[in-house]
């Protein structure tokens, strides 16, 4: 039984790595006028995000993180303007 504990972690551990959403492949499928919801879909839940708004209008830097990949995007009034891929 003690064998089944470090094999059962690394399964684990190698299936979280698998799964990681930020990376450049990623970060490609998102085009500038989607909406932060479709961006979310594909990247998950960002790292940071901070949102100002003045009346009407809106804007939101959302960055996501992950060991030394940084994948920053700019929303105004809910969809992509602007993109950063960093490594």
């Known amino acids: ?3 089944f504990k470090p094999a059962l972690l690394l399964m684990l551990f190698t299936l979280l790595i698998a799964c990681s959403k930020i990376d450049k492949a990623h970060f490609d499928q998102v085009k500038e006028g989607m909406t932060t919801a ?3 879909a594909i990247l998950g839940d ?3 995000s901070q949102t100002v708004g003045v009346g009407l209008l809106s804007g939101t830097n959302s960055t996501w993180k992950q060991d030394n990949v940084s994948i920053q995007i700019q929303f105004f009034n809910d969809q992509v303007k602007l993109k950063n891929f960093s490594q």
């Open 46 to 48: 960002p790292t940071e």
């Open 1 to 3: 039984m003690s064998f």
């Open 38 to 40: 479709e961006v979310t």
